[in-house]
């Protein structure tokens, strides 16, 4: 089957950076679905795993990238529940297994749901990865109620034009938080006001005096899509005593833990890939929450965040998207569709 692969690290801006490869049809576990692969979405994480080093002195085997997905069961494996041959399904997978930038791919069931009936196999492709990053961030890690929510509470989206940014302000909307996100551009600005946002404020200026200008002194949650220490000061100054923060991108320097400490605020960890990395007990839960999610987009509660779209899935394409994403300005998401003849 056609694959597009990594063979060793190199920059985007190098041919052989991605390639076109042929492999053999992987078999599926007993828990596995064998998905015929009809679109993809590009992620961050496909940049980091693009540019990680390879173990010194060890000749490594091609890496197949990617981690969201839509296309079409062909087989099952003996022990799966809750789906058939033929049913479209939607998915991220897991990074310690081969990406889905393959004809053929692997998920096993209990990550995997069936795509929304109402949107495309692109549509849905460029969902799953950043909806469960934002479903687990905001109801999981900071334990935001989804029914019965007495007082207005507010979140601060940062980031809220990017992939997670924009599923995690229409998910922040659906439970009736008051959304202010940021953005650094007139398109970005615009954008989250389109995915929902109540306000914007812009991330590349001091934010806590825009909130406060903005009558928002202090907000109850805080979701960082972005840069954890660029933004650490100003969320332990934005976040209202006994509040929760949630950040998803690795710190590259040491950050402060004790500023939060007079404020009582918590601050969690979220990543999507730690219940399929470590197998945990509730790893259904990612079926469960991208089936709520299928069901609210079929009664229209959440609009597509697909921006851009290249056919076919080859190297030379992904290469394109992964560059554009290394740009770090991207709105919405990037999808690929259909293999070359
Ligand atoms: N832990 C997890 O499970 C998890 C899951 C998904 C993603 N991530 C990580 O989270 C990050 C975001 O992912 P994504 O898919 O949303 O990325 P993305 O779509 O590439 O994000 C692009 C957005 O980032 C905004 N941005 C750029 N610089 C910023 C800054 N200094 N402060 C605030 N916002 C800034 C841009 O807005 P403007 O153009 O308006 O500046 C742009 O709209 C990546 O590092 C990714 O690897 C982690």
């Not at 069931?109 to 692109?122: F, Q, S, Y």
Request: with cysteine; hydrophobic share 40%.
């Amino acid at each position: 089957m056609k694959a597009v692969a990594r063979l060793r690290p190199l920059p985007i801006n190098q041919a052989e950076a991605l390639q076109d490869i042929e492999i053999s049809t992987p078999i599926a576990e007993p828990k596995d679905l064998l998905v015929r692969v009809e679109a993809v979405s590009v992620n961050p994480v496909d940049t980091k795993m693009r540019r990680q080093n390879s173990p010194p002195d060890k000749k490594e085997p091609p890496r197949v990238l990617g981690w969201d997905a839509a296309g079409v069961v062909e087989r099952i494996g003996s022990e799966v529940e809750r789906f058939r041959p033929g049913d479209e399904v939607f998915y991220a997978g897991s990074l310690i297994r081969p990406g889905c930038n393959s004809e053929f791919h692997l998920v096993d069931e209990r990550i995997a749901a069936h795509k929304p009936k109402t949107w495309t196999m692109a549509q849905s492709a460029a969902l799953p990865l950043t909806a469960i990053t934002a479903y687990e961030a905001l109801f999981d890690r900071m334990g935001i109620a989804q029914h019965g929510r007495g007082e207005r509470e507010s979140i601060l989206i940062i980031g809220g034009a990017g992939g997670v940014g924009s599923i995690a302000i229409q998910i922040a909307k659906l439970v009736k938080l008051h959304v202010v996100a940021t953005a650094s551009r007139a398109e970005s600005e615009a954008w989250c006001k389109k995915m929902g946002a109540d306000l914007v404020i812009d991330h590349s200026r001091p934010m806590v005096p825009q909130l406060q200008q903005m009558g928002y002194p202090t907000v109850e949650y805080i979701l960082n899509t972005s840069s954890t220490e660029q933004h650490w000061m100003a969320m332990a100054e934005a976040i209202k005593p006994q509040g929760r923060l949630c950040g998803i991108v690795d710190t590259m320097e040491p950050v402060d833990l004790n500023v939060l400490k007079r404020k009582s605020a918590t601050f969690s960890w979220e990543f999507m890939f730690t219940r399929s990395m470590y197998h945990t007990e509730d790893l259904v839960r990612q079926h469960e929450l991208l089936t709520q999610v299928a069901e609210w987009i079929e009664q229209g509660h959440i609009q597509p965040t697909l921006t851009e779209t290249l056919s076919p899935i080859t190297a030379a394409n992904l290469r394109h998207a992964h560059a554009k994403l290394e740009e770090g300005r991207m709105i919405g998401k990037f999808v690929l569709t259909g293999w070359p003849a």
